[in-house]
DNA sequence: TCAATAGTGTCTGTTAGACATTATGGA
DNA sequence: TCCATAATGTCTAACAGACACTATTGA
C-alpha cells in the first residue's frame, strides 16, 4: 500500500543526485481536544529515533501540489482532504534532506482515517511536538499559523467532518482547529449569514439530552462586500 | 551603483551551472491613482521587447530575504520599504531563468523614490500589466492578492509613506492599495481605536483648505482579542 | 465673500457576546 | 421526575456607515 512506485518519505542521504529542494508536508488531525501533527522516523539507521515532517523531492513532471499530496498519502495511508501551500524555508537552516530550499505544505486528515498509520508515522499533538531539524521546525509552526488564518477563507473545518455533522460537532471542530472557545449562540448566527450549511431531515438518536439536526456543507452563492474598515492586528 | 559585485536582475541564460531555483521580487509602487508593478526588460539581445519581474538566484550563504531585497534594490535602485514572501511557484510552467522553481517576494517602495530607475526598469500599472511569462504573471496576480491581504497584518501604508503624513494622505494610502475607496469618518475611527498613530505638533500650511495637522506612525502595544467568529470570504 | 479641505458630532442599522429560556430525549 | 444536550429569544455594548455640521485657510 505504501510502495506506489515513488520515493519513500524519508528518501535515503544516498540518493544519486541530490535534489535541488524538498517538498515538506505538515498534516495535522484532530486528536482528542487538540490537533496532533504527524511525523515520522528517520530511514537512517544511526538516526532511528530522530523524527522527521514527511517530506521528498517532486519527481519529473509532477506539480507541486501533486507531490505534497503524494507524500501526505503515503505517510498516513489516506488522501488528505485539504491542503495548501505554506512558502518556501531555506536561509542555510538544517534540514534532513540537506537541501538548500524546503516547500511546506500543510494539510487535514479526518481523525477516522488516522487509526492504521504506516509503521514509522506517530501524531504528535501540536503542544509538544517531538524535536526536529531547525527548518522543519520552522515549517512545523508555520503550518499551523497557516492553517488557523485559512480557516476564514477555506472550509477547512468541514473537510474533517462527515458529509452530515450536527452544529455541535461543528463548532467543536472549529473549537479545536482554533484552539479556544466560541460562543454557542455567536456561532450559529455566523453560520447562518454565511449559507455555509444547509439542514437536513435527520436527526441524532443516539445520546442522553435532546437530539440534533444533522446538517451538511452547502455553500451558497457568496455576499454582498463585508464592512468596515480593519486593522486589527497590525504590528 | 547598480553593480554591486552580484549578478544581475536578469542573469544571462549562459552561467555555467544553472541554479536550482530563482527568487523573484514584485515590487509595487503608487502611480497616480493606482499601483503600478516593477519589470525589467530582458538581456537576452533577441527578446528585447519582452518584459519580465526582477529576478536571480541566492548567493551562497545568503537568506531568501536578502536576496530578495538585493534584487529589489539592484531593479529600482533604492530599498524596499517592506517585503514578504508570497511562495513558490513551479508546476512546470515557463520562466526566463528556465529554472524547475521560483520563489516569490512582493515589496513595496514610496513613489518618490521611484523617480530614477535604472535604464531597463519600467512601472506599469496593475491594470496593464506587460506580457509575461507563465509563472511570472501568475506570481505577479499572487504579489498583488498579498500585498492586500497583509495589509490588515503589516503596516505597509505606513511604509509607503514619510515619517509625518496627514490622515488625508493615510487615507488616499490606503484606497490606492486596496483599490477602493473608504468611509473618512470610518476610517478616522478606526484607526483611532488601533492606537497605531499618534499626533504632532506640526500642521501643514501650503494649499487651500484648513490645515491638516501631522501625524507619525508609532503603534501602541496591542489590544485584546477582537470580537467575534468570522466565517467571512468561506469558499 | 466663496471654495476647498480638515475634522467632528450624531443617528441608525447590524452584530458580537452574554444570559436566559424553551425543547426534547434518556436515565 | 431529573439531567443532559439542542436550539432559540432577548438585551446590551460596540461599531460601521451615512449625513450633516463646524473649522480654517487661500483666492
Chains 1, 2 share one sequence.
Not at 498519502?73 to 518556501?88: F, P, R, S
Request: aromatic residues 8%.
Amino acid at each position: 500500500m505504501r510502495d506506489r512506485g515513488f520515493p519513500t518519505t524519508t528518501p535515503a542521504r544516498a540518493s544519486s543526485r541530490r535534489s535541488p529542494f524538498s517538498i515538506d508536508v505538515i498534516l495535522f488531525t484532530p486528536r482528542g481536544q487538540q490537533l496532533a501533527a504527524l511525523c515520522v522516523r528517520a530511514n537512517d539507521p544511526r538516526a532511528r529515533e530522530r523524527w522527521l515532517l514527511p517530506h521528498d523531492s517532486a519527481a519529473p513532471g509532477e506539480t507541486l501540489d501533486a507531490a505534497a499530496r503524494r507524500i501526505a498519502k503515503t505517510a498516513c495511508g489516506v488522501d488528505a482532504t485539504w491542503m495548501e501551500q505554506v512558502g518556501a524555508f531555506g536561509d542555510g537552516t538544517r534540514h534532513p534532506a540537506d537541501t538548500e530550499l524546503s516547500v511546506a505544505f500543510v494539510g487535514v486528515v479526518p481523525s477516522d482515517d488516522t487509526v492504521k498509520l504506516p509503521g514509522d508515522g506517530a501524531w504528535f499533538g501540536v503542544s509538544e511536538p517531538p524535536a526536529l531539524a531547525v527548518r522543519q521546525r520552522a515549517m512545523l509552526d508555520a503550518g499551523l499559523d497557516a492553517l488557523r488564518t485559512r480557516m476564514d477563507y477555506a472550509p477547512i473545518a468541514f473537510r474533517l467532518l462527515p458529509e452530515r455533522f450536527t452544529l455541535s460537532e461543528l463548532q467543536a471542530m472549529y473549537e479545536l482547529l482554533l484552539g479556544k472557545r466560541l460562543h454557542k449562540a455567536s456561532f450559529r448566527r455566523a453560520l447562518q449569514a454565511t449559507s455555509l450549511v444547509e439542514a437536513t431531515e435527520e436527526w441524532r438518536s443516539e445520546g442522553r439530552g435532546r437530539p440534533a439536526q444533522f446538517f451538511r456543507f452547502a455553500p451558497k452563492k457568496r455576499r454582498g462586500a463585508r464592512r468596515g474598515v480593519r486593522f486589527d492586528t497590525l504590528t
